[in-house]
């Protein structure tokens, strides 16, 4: 079972903008790790975002346990191993891979208060990542800051993005921790887009049995070929669309689609893709 966490909602550079200086100083700013979500519950378990345990954490859970004081506490982070890749093969891999796995604590939650303000949960974690960096050097704290306007907002925006982070997060600092995607907690995360081709199409599941599910599209790669993997592409689509392009499919097969996407991966698929238009009269 998914275990219930805050999650961020997004918002625009463009509404940032509007920010005035005291609205941008009742916030901490933070980056938005490209790793792995890594939650220890009220119970002791240790579980990721969709409920699953992950491997290579042992010294990682041990050390944050050690901690008495804060035994029952829910323990907020994200699991990193140089990047998403080396991430997601290290802690889905029961054998030891050689990739050193940090836990990047960004939140400490008693679990019976959790409308404590976000700057006394910020004193929990310094002083739990204190105890436990000193038993596992893994166990590092995400650095959090203040800023007046947002042109300083981007340039630590763009510092993040340079050191490989997913992007930034934006927390009201006397925000509790809802169970629940809340405006308290703002994610800000740069996106491309590009042409790609259809080349295939999936029914859905569930409510979705009869219409689309996904399409298959393939991105431009180097000298005018096509990649050789496929990316699936299930959101951005409304429930007319779909209907509408499961009719049409055979004659939308190699038409061009116009998909966002926050990056590539190194085997050519597109991370957090989303249909934004497919380049044909027939829709």
Same mark, same amino acid.
């Given at each position: 079972?998914?275990?219930?966490?805050?999650?961020?909602?997004?918002?625009?550079?463009?509404?940032?903008?509007?920010?005035?200086? %005291?609205?941008?100083?009742?916030?901490?700013?933070?980056?938005?790790?490209?790793?792995?979500?890594?939650? +220890?519950?009220?119970?002791?378990?240790?579980?990721?975002?969709?409920?699953?345990?992950? @491997?290579?954490?042992?010294?990682?859970?041990?050390?944050?346990?050690?901690?008495?004081?804060?035994?029952?506490?829910?323990?907020?982070?994200?699991?990193?191993?140089?990047?998403?890749?080396?991430?997601?093969?290290?802690?889905?891999?029961?054998?030891?891979?050689?990739?050193?796995?940090?836990?990047?604590?960004?939140?400490?939650?008693?679990?019976?208060?959790?409308?404590?303000?976000?700057?006394?949960?910020?004193? @929990?974690?310094?002083?739990?990542?204190?105890?436990?960096?000193?038993?596992?050097?893994?166990?590092?704290?995400?650095?959090?800051?203040?800023?007046?306007?947002?042109?300083?907002?981007?340039?630590?925006?763009? %510092? @993040?993005?340079?050191?490989?982070?997913?992007?930034?997060?934006?927390?009201?600092?006397?925000?509790?921790?809802?169970?629940? +995607?809340?405006?308290?907690?703002?994610?800000?995360?740069?996106?491309?887009?590009?042409?790609?081709?259809?080349?295939?199409?999936?029914?859905?599941?569930? %409510?979705?049995?009869?219409?689309?599910?996904?399409?298959?599209?393939?991105?431009?790669?180097?000298?005018?070929?096509?990649?050789?993997?496929?990316?699936?592409?299930?959101?951005?689509?409304?429930?007319?669309? +779909?209907?509408?392009?499961?009719?049409? %499919?055979?004659?939308?097969?190699?038409?061009?689609?116009?998909?966002?996407?926050?990056?590539?991966?190194?085997?050519?698929?597109?991370?957090?893709? +989303?249909?934004?238009?497919?380049?044909?009269?027939?829709?």
């Amino acid at each position: 079972m998914k275990p219930s966490l805050m999650l961020a909602k997004k918002i625009t550079q463009s509404e940032l903008k509007e920010w005035n200086q %005291r609205t941008w100083e009742n916030h901490f700013i933070e980056p938005k790790i490209d790793g792995e979500r890594f939650v +220890r519950l009220r119970n002791g378990e240790w579980v990721s975002r969709q409920g699953k345990p992950k @491997y290579n954490v042992q010294k990682i859970c041990k050390a944050i346990d050690s901690v008495k004081k804060f035994k029952g506490y829910i323990i907020d982070g994200e699991l990193f191993g140089g990047d998403w890749s080396d991430t997601i093969s290290a802690a889905h891999t029961h054998h030891d891979t050689g990739i050193q796995l940090e836990y990047r604590v960004f939140d400490v939650v008693h679990a019976d208060k959790a409308d404590q303000p976000l700057t006394l949960r910020k004193e @929990y974690l310094n002083e739990l990542v204190e105890e436990a960096h000193n038993i596992c050097k893994m166990v590092v704290a995400v650095p959090s800051s203040v800023v007046s306007c947002y042109s300083d907002f981007m340039h630590e925006y763009q %510092r @993040y993005l340079a050191n490989g982070c997913d992007g930034a997060i934006i927390k009201v600092r006397n925000g509790s921790y809802e169970l629940k +995607r809340s405006s308290l907690w703002l994610k800000v995360k740069p996106y491309f887009e590009m042409d790609c081709k259809i080349v295939g199409f999936n029914e859905g599941e569930k %409510r979705l049995i009869g219409t689309l599910g996904s399409i298959e599209v393939k991105i431009p790669i180097d000298g005018g070929k096509w990649s050789t993997l496929t990316t699936s592409v299930g959101t951005g689509i409304d429930d007319s669309n +779909r209907d509408l392009i499961w009719k049409n %499919r055979k004659k939308l097969n190699g038409v061009l689609a116009e998909i966002r996407y926050r990056k590539i991966s190194e085997k050519d698929r597109l991370i957090e893709p +989303r249909l934004v238009k497919i380049r044909t009269d027939l829709l």
